[in-house]
């Protein structure tokens, strides 16, 4: 579980980088309704939803469609502390590769980049094309926001002897490869240079300063 203060130390960081924008900033606690969320405004139709503690799917959804019906654009950030989001996959599932079984076609450092998503984050990754983590400093690691990309992992299961009429299930989901994309275990791709220290709302230009990725969309904050 995320501690309070490890909430509140987010809604600094991400308030201190947002302050450089020329929008009005407004740090909200303990709102959204009855979701008792904190998030940040960032001018009229601009927001920042801080993804600190655990939240059901639907509530997620609602609070997208509710954006999109408004017209606001929104960005979803979670705390990345490895166990409640960016949960590691590799020590329950590095044997399948170690012993030629469904993920024999990666690599070992592959493996090390796969994480088990929540519910949240595979919301989040279906909506975004890159999905935003706050980092907090610890021993080995710099605070900070981060953008990763992720693909989802494919099982092959070539390995098994599909004509004694066991494993029929898993036969009747893979593809003519003998493959199965998983659902909730994904790989995220290393960072480039340019996603670390921004957050990016979609289609929203906020001055000629930003540097832009992509037609209609913009990076908001920049880590000092």
């Known amino acids: 579980m995320i501690a309070q203060k490890q909430r509140a130390k987010m809604m600094d960081y991400l308030v201190s980088s947002l302050e450089g924008s020329d929008q009005k900033i407004v740090p909200v606690t303990n709102a959204f309704g009855n979701l008792k969320a904190n998030y940040i ?19 997620l959804r609602d609070i997208y469609k509710m954006a999109q019906i408004n017209g606001n654009d929104i960005t979803f950030v979670f705390y990345k502390d490895g166990e409640t989001y960016f949960k590691n996959a590799a020590e329950k599932n590095g044997f399948k590769r170690r012993d030629e079984l469904s993920l024999k076609n990666y690599t070992a450092e592959q493996i090390r980049r796969m994480i088990k998503f929540t519910h949240e984050e595979k919301f989040v990754n279906e ?13 080995n690691l710099k605070e900070g926001i981060i953008g990763y990309k992720f693909s989802p992992i494919k099982f092959n299961y070539s390995h098994l002897n599909f004509n004694d009429g066991e494993n029929w299930f898993i036969r009747e989901n893979m593809d003519f490869n003998s493959e199965i994309q998983s659902k909730d275990i994904f790989m995220w791709e290393e960072p480039q240079k340019e996603n670390f220290g921004y957050l990016k709302l979609e289609n929203f230009i906020y001055s000629d300063k930003c540097p832009i990725t992509k037609p209609n969309s913009c990076y908001l904050a920049k880590n000092n």
Do not use: C, N, T, W
């Open 127 to 139: 909506i975004a094309d890159l999905m935003h983590y706050y980092q907090p400093e610890s021993k």
């Open 41 to 59: 405004r960032a001018g009229d139709k601009k927001s920042v939803f801080l993804i600190d503690k655990d939240y059901s799917d639907k509530a």
